[in-house]
T-cell receptor, first 112, second 113 residues
Framework: GQNIDQPTEMTATEGAIVQINCTYQ??????LFWYQQHAGEAPTFLSY????GLEEKGRFSSFLSRSKGYSYLLLKELQMKDSASYLC?????????????FGPGTRLSVLP | DTGVSQDPRHKITKRGQNVTFRCDPI?????LYWYRQTLGQGPEFLTY????????KSRLLSDRFSAERPKGSFSTLEIQRTEQGDSAMYLC???????????FGPGTRLTVL
């Protein structure tokens, strides 16, 4: 089966840096995505990694190690509006019965 | 607005009734996905389409669920004989191709009484 693990909840302080980890065991890996989801809203795209290494995009960076089945999302200079759930998702090749698998999400609370 | 749209946004129904949801993807997107999400969980894959072809359907999906995308544009998701366990947010997403980022619609929140 396909399995993705993330911490359930995290808390950090405004202005700080936080790292959200994701580990996965899947078949037919075709890339890893991070999405942000505010309560009651749809997920929105943050980042995509298909090769090992770090992708930086403003205050957000994402890292991937395919050999370890591991990724993290790094959020810098935290703002109150960053309080949300962060979803790790793996894109699979076709013919695995599940084209796209999401983790359970990490609920981040940013405190003043 | 050229994003993904879903209709209705909310649906309350009684157990045993049939419901149908509609999704209009971003117009140039070939792939369309349906997910179900319950509180505190990540979206759970239900099915997806490449143009009008339904390529995969989750093994967790019972025969009460069916989806169509007849002309490769909008899609419908029908749930027959709804059960209380079907209460969830139903999300639709679209993408240009395999592996590309998915753009999500606002979702349809279903409540089965």
């Amino acid at each position: 089966g396909q399995n993705i693990d993330q911490p359930t909840e995290m808390t950090a302080t405004e202005g700080a840096i936080v790292q959200i980890n994701c580990t996965y065991q899947t078949s037919g890996f075709n890339g890893l995505f991070w999405y942000q989801q505010h309560a009651g809203e749809a997920p929105t795209f943050l980042s995509y990694n298909v090769l090992d290494g770090l992708e930086e995009k403003g205050r957000f960076s994402s890292f991937l190690s395919r050999s370890k089945g591991y990724s993290y999302l790094l959020l810098k200079e935290l703002q109150m509006k960053d309080s949300a759930s962060y979803l790790c998702a793996v894109s699979l090749s076709d013919n695995y019965g599940q084209n796209f698998v999401f983790g359970p999400g990490t609920r981040l609370s940013v405190l003043p | 607005d050229t994003g993904v749209s879903q209709d209705p946004r909310h649906k309350i129904t009684k157990r045993g009734q049939n419901v149908t949801f509609r999704c209009d993807p971003i117009s140039e997107h070939n792939r369309l996905y349906w997910y179900r999400q319950t509180l505190g969980q990540g979206p759970e894959f239900l099915t997806y389409f490449q143009n009008e072809a339904q390529l995969e359907k989750s093994r967790l999906l019972s025969d009460r669920f069916s989806a169509e995308r007849p002309k490769g544009s909008f899609s419908t998701l029908e749930i027959q004989r709804t059960e209380q366990g079907d209460s969830a947010m139903y999300l639709c997403a679209s993408s240009l191709a395999q592996g590309n980022e998915q753009f999500f619609g606002p979702g349809t929140r279903l409540t089965v009484l």
